[in-house]
């Protein structure tokens, strides 16, 4: 089949996907081989020297046709009321190899559905069994959650006992079901696919950046569904990604906002707004002013507010819960510098203060594909399943100097021909990450993790803004570390705050799409698109510029992040040098060039020895605390305001914790 494929030959298929193993089960790549009696299934089939191959013979198409018959014999006439027809790969191959008439009278047989949680929606009398969706949970996504029970006719697809799909990646079996067995819950029944506008955008729920596609009807998003780049996300999306899209038209912002003297919040025009923030700021100067930037921003709203801040003359900027101080003078102390798919290379992993399948789920299925090729995993961290297996190091740094004492991790490292050290925000969110850092760059000098032709020591970060702040320095400046308490305080998208970081009594204005934690605490609101209502730059964990697309219009007032900023900067008198999004590119592109390569990973330079002198020198003479690595993420379901908004989230937090009690809600 592989061979047919790279001839430009099309071969039908319903239970053979490239990134699975090979089943051989449905029949339908049935080809004539020359000198065989019979026709061969061409998936199973290896090719060899001098095979003579036939793929559109009078045997071929009988055998087809013939196939085709007896999937079509139980299969129930279900194509006006499912929600795969018009995108249904049996549809499509019945029409072209089937047969015009069925000689089938007997009883169809009939298969009661499954539950498998708010996400999956199963009709399993469709199911012809491909097994794909076994192959994907057990193989990719690492969980035994799915098989098949029965003998012949009796054969049913599903989960052995009554249970929910435990993945991160469960959405992935509706795009490889070949019919209408497995489908979208929050989908179903809601648009067919010919009306909706696909628009290709890049997905914002954690930091890889996986590559989407939104469909649309209107002005709503009706699903999201991944799209192919094999360097970022292969075909696969989280759950989270996938079907977090509910939240974006709920609790949204829509109008402008000002707090009235009775506390409550008025509706008001955008000069009225913009005249409240200029009233608030006059006497307060300097670093009094400060900038919190969100999980959710873009780069070219950081750059716009960045430039108003220096303009204001405030330094004192910051990226919300996570490192403000972290330093960022050279990139690959930041990045994953073998890049996402590069990680693939390597033979040895060392993960640190990092949960990779709450963090990333579709980059964890990375780390398990090269377990499954032999490839040894290490970790210092909490002690979670990674749905692969690893040998446990310890959950503190005092496990990092045991390491560095010659342990057998460090020799195995050090013996390995490209290793792999993988820095999580476990520990780049501890105070004392300096004296860490120091120890963990110590590991890659002495593990030899950073060679000719090979840089190992990569960075995870868990928001999608993270890079980008680093990227264009949204940074404290060195003054800003003995500023005063801020008297004005501006949430750019900002909902996860820590109370030290607003002072009480001060002026909060808050511009982002949700009414979160960020809008209750402001003063004055201003409303903003979402991902999918602007074309926005992220910058993903392995420094990849990446833009999203305007898929459906904005919502009431809202306006683009940098529009708001810049006209803001008019009415403070303090007028930016841009005006439009091309302009705001280029200034993009002065501050760091590398942004206005779309779609491009540059490389990033390593200093050797500079970044142990650095950290060395910034943690002075303070030793690492035994405090225990934890993970940023709680609860994989809710970590930013959209998926804090969306029912689908809540319903699968609630599934789950219904599952631990024992039973679960549908």
Known sequence: MAACDAAGIDIPRFCYHQRLSIAGNCRMCLVEVEKSPKPVASCAMPAGPGMKIKTDTPLVKKAREGVMEFLLINHPLDCPICDQGGECDLQDQAMHFGSDRGRFTEMKRAVDDKNLGPLVKTVMTRCIHCTRCVRFATEIAGVQDMGITGRGRDSEVGTYVDKLLTSELSGNVIDLCPVGAL????????????????????????????????????????RIVPRLNEDVNEEWISDKARF??????????????????DGGFRNAHWSEALLAIQQALKGVKGNEIKAIAGKLSDAEAMIALKDLMNRLGSGNLQHEAGFSDLDADVRSNYLMNTGISGIEKADAVLLI??????????????????????????????????????TYLGNSPEALTKVLKNSDALKRLKEAK??????????????????????????????????????????????????????????????????????FVYLLGSDDWQESDIPEGAFVVYQGHHGDRGASRADVILPAAAYTEKSATFVNTE??????????????????????????AEVLKQPLPYKTLNAVRERLAEVAPHLQHVDEREAPIWLNGEYFKAFASKAGKAAASNKEFRSSIDNFYMTDVISRSSQVMAKCVQAKGSMRQGSYAS
């Open 543 to 568: 420094g990849r510029a990446q833009r999203t697309k305007e898929a459906v219009p904005k919502p009431g007032d809202s306006r683009e992040d940098w529009q708001i900023l810049v006209a803001l």
């Open 183 to 222: 489908t979208s819950k929050p989908f179903a029944f809601t648009a067919r696919n010919w009306e909706l506008k696909n628009t290709e955008s890049v997905d914002v729920s954690d930091a890889l950046g996986a590559n989407i596609r939104i469909d649309s009807r209107g002005a709503e998003v009706m």
């Open 353 to 390: 203060g990092s949960n990779p399948r709450l963090e990333s789920p579709v980059f964890n299925a990375r780390i398990r594909k090269m377990w499954l090729e032999g490839v040894s995993v290490y970790l210092i961290g909490f002690q979670v399943d990674l749905t692969y297996a690893y």
């Open 418 to 487: 490209r290793p792999a050290v993988i820095v999580g925000p476990g520990v780049l969110k501890r105070s004392d990450r300096d004296a860490v850092l120091q120890q963990v760059h110590g590991l890659v000098e002495k593990a030899e993790v950073v060679k000719e032709g090979w840089n190992g020591y990569n960075v995870l970060h868990d928001a999608a803004s993270r890079v980008a702040a680093l990227d264009i320095g949204f940074l404290p400046s060195a003054r800003a570390s003995a500023a005063p308490p801020a008297k």
């Open 244 to 261: 977090q899209y509910d939240g974006l038209k709920r609790q949204r912002l829509s109008v402008p906002l000002v707090k009235g003297k």
